[in-house]
């Protein structure tokens, strides 16, 4: 099955601060350093590696593939924020856009384009 993931995608260093986890969503948090999010928030990126000495490697434009929880999106425009598990969720109040390019609902895994 044809995968989206990895498509056109910027990945630059970072200083992996706390909560971050390869494969899960992560926002700035400072000045180059990320951190992983807390439920409901706006995300930047994707952490990708996490290297010795405290340092990742974040997607912050291309497509990504990632969980998601709650309410299974559809291909299109759809309001995504983190979750509490460093994956996505749909909330229409907050989110912002992101188009969604494939959903895999037996995986609970979504790609889209950052």
């Known amino acids: 099955m044809f995968h989206y ?3 056109d995608n910027t990945i630059l260093t970072f200083i992996a601060g706390t909560d971050c ?16 999010c807390s439920d409901g928030d706006a995300f930047h990126g994707l952490v990708q590696k996490i290297y010795p000495g405290k340092v990742c490697g974040a997607v912050v434009r291309g497509v990504v593939r990632v969980a998601y929880t709650g309410t299974t999106p559809t291909a299109g425009w759809a309001k995504l924020v983190a979750d509490s598990s460093g994956g996505v969720k749909i909330d229409d109040a907050n989110g912002r856009d992101y188009l969604i390019l494939k959903v895999d609902s037996a995986a609970k895994m979504v790609e889209f384009y950052l």
């Open 5 to 7: 993931n990895g498509i």
């Open 21 to 36: 986890a390869e494969g899960a969503v992560c926002k700035l948090s400072g000045s180059s350093m990320v951190k992983g």
